[in-house]
Nanobody
Framework: QVQLVESGGGLVQPGGSLRLSCAAS????????MGWYRQAPGKERELVAT???????SYTDSVKGRFTISGDYAKNSVYLQMNSLKPEDTAVYYC?????????????WGLGTQVTVSS
């Protein structure tokens, strides 16, 4: 079994910052990539950012220059520093990881953490 646990969400004013954390635990041989997705009310879940083992990162256009993803594969963790937050960033943020265990590769999800940007 693998678990992903997110933390760090909350309520913040426009222009503010939050830092999300996600830690994976359980039966893990290797983590290939970790990332963050988000889902706003009435919208589909969308990819926000990914951090692959080896350091390659990617971002959706709407967060480039404002969000920074960092992976610590020694700790099976990924972080998302969110600056200059906007109301449209309001969503439930989900951690995702592609993990190999016993030669099987699967995607795992956390339960999500709410981020609300509002004055």
């Amino acid at each position: 079994q693998v678990q992903l646990v997110e933390s760090g969400g909350g309520l913040v004013q426009p222009g503010g910052s939050l830092r999300l954390s996600c830690a994976a635990s359980g039966s893990i041989d290797i983590i290939f990539v970790m990332g963050w997705y988000r889902q706003a009310p009435g919208k589909e879940r969308e990819l926000v950012a990914t951090s692959a083992r080896g350091g390659i990162t990617s971002y959706t256009d709407s967060v480039k220059g404002r969000f920074t993803i960092s992976g610590d594969y020694a700790k099976n963790s990924v972080y998302l520093q969110m600056n200059s937050l906007k109301p449209e960033d309001t969503a439930v943020y989900y951690c995702n990881a592609r993990i190999m265990n016993a030669l099987r590769v699967n995607d795992y999800w956390g339960l999500g953490t709410q981020v609300t940007v509002s004055s």
